[in-house]
């Protein structure tokens, strides 16, 4: 699924994240790799502050900047780092496609539950067997007494 198109980043169907508000750097990508690796910038940081998109309306806005509150730096920033592969743009389409998935996660609203009550067939079961049960505390208790435990 293709996200990237001149007008953003694509989350849903009906959403869209304008391209000016994903703040993309390439910085060089630490670990194994040879020589190639001190000379190329592969390593990708892609930076999004959801509490300041244009894309969410307030209460959408609320519920990112909730659900995500604990991925946000100190500026209300979203940081994703991708350097899994080797060339940049790859690691670019891998950070795009990430921040996608997590913004439509944290858009999904949670369903409402509604509080139901027990029907009396279940509150009669309950309680047959709450009593069945005491009975078997009960024989367990009256047997104790000639026993030389």
Same mark, same amino acid.
């Given at each position: ?6 007008n953003g980043l694509?989350?849903?169907a009906s959403k ?80 795009? &496609? !990430?921040?996608? @998935? ?8 949670? *369903?409402? /539950? #509604? %509080? &139901? !009550?027990?029907? @009396? ?8 067997? *709450?009593? /069945? #049960? %005491? ?15």
């Amino acid at each position: 699924m293709d996200r990237h198109d001149a007008n953003g980043l694509r989350i849903s169907a009906s959403k869209r994240i304008p391209e000016h508000e994903l703040h993309v750097q390439r910085v060089r990508s630490g670990g194994p790799g040879g020589q190639n690796v001190n000379k190329t910038s592969s390593k990708i940081v892609l930076r999004f502050a959801p509490g300041a998109s244009s894309a969410f309306d307030a209460e959408e806005r609320a519920r990112v900047v909730a659900k995500l509150a604990h991925r946000l730096n100190k500026e209300g920033e979203l940081v994703l780092h991708a350097n899994e592969e080797r060339s940049a743009e790859r690691n670019l389409d891998a950070a795009r &496609t !990430r921040l996608a @998935r997590l913004l439509a996660e944290a858009l999904v609203r949670p *369903k409402l /539950r #509604r %509080a &139901t !009550r027990p029907t @009396r067939a279940a509150g009669v079961r309950r309680l047959d067997a *709450k009593r /069945r #049960r %005491a009975e078997v505390k009960r024989g367990r208790r009256d047997g104790d007494a000639d026993s030389d435990g």
